[in-house]
């Protein structure tokens, strides 16, 4: 019962995170911040910790649901192992993978921010890329919390 209750928590956490800081905190930066640059890094931060806290949640799902399985039928729910594994590929895909090579076109475009027009076209298919990750792992946190319950 307590591992259930401790699961929907890290569930609703992560979820609840995704979606404010993807929905709600990087659109309002960049609508209110009239420095695109300054808006972009605050969020780059944000997402940085976002990407953190992911591998952090979902490392803790996967460990409660390890050891809680000897309760029930023996055996981790496949369904919320399938889900936590698939939104940290989410992760690792669209943070740790994409992510450096967004950083070193942004670094080579200087504090400015002043990027050539090849390297303007990099970064907005490596940003779509990641964004789509992003959506992707924030569907697949509806069906956390649902399953989590």
């Given amino acids: 019962m307590l591992a259930a209750r401790v699961r929907l928590l890290i569930a609703t956490l992560w979820a609840g995170s995704l979606w404010t800081v993807g929905y709600l905190v990087a659109p309002t930066l960049f609508a209110t911040l009239d420095d ?83 390297a303007r076209t990099q970064f907005g298919i490596l940003h779509g890329v990641s964004s789509a990750f992003y959506l992707v792992q924030s569907m697949l946190a509806v069906a956390l919390v649902l399953v989590a319950r």
Avoid: N, Q
């Fill in 36 to 118: 695109k640059v300054l808006a972009g890094s605050i969020a780059g931060s944000l997402f940085r910790i976002e990407a953190w806290l992911s591998i952090f949640c979902g490392a803790g799902l996967l460990v409660l649901a390890k050891f809680s399985a000897g309760a029930g039928s023996g055996r981790p729910d496949r369904r919320l192992l399938w889900i936590v594994v698939g939104m940290l590929a989410c992760t690792a895909i669209g943070y740790f993978s994409l992510h450096p090579y967004m950083a070193a076109l942004k670094e080579a475009a200087g504090p400015a921010g002043v990027m050539t027009a090849d």
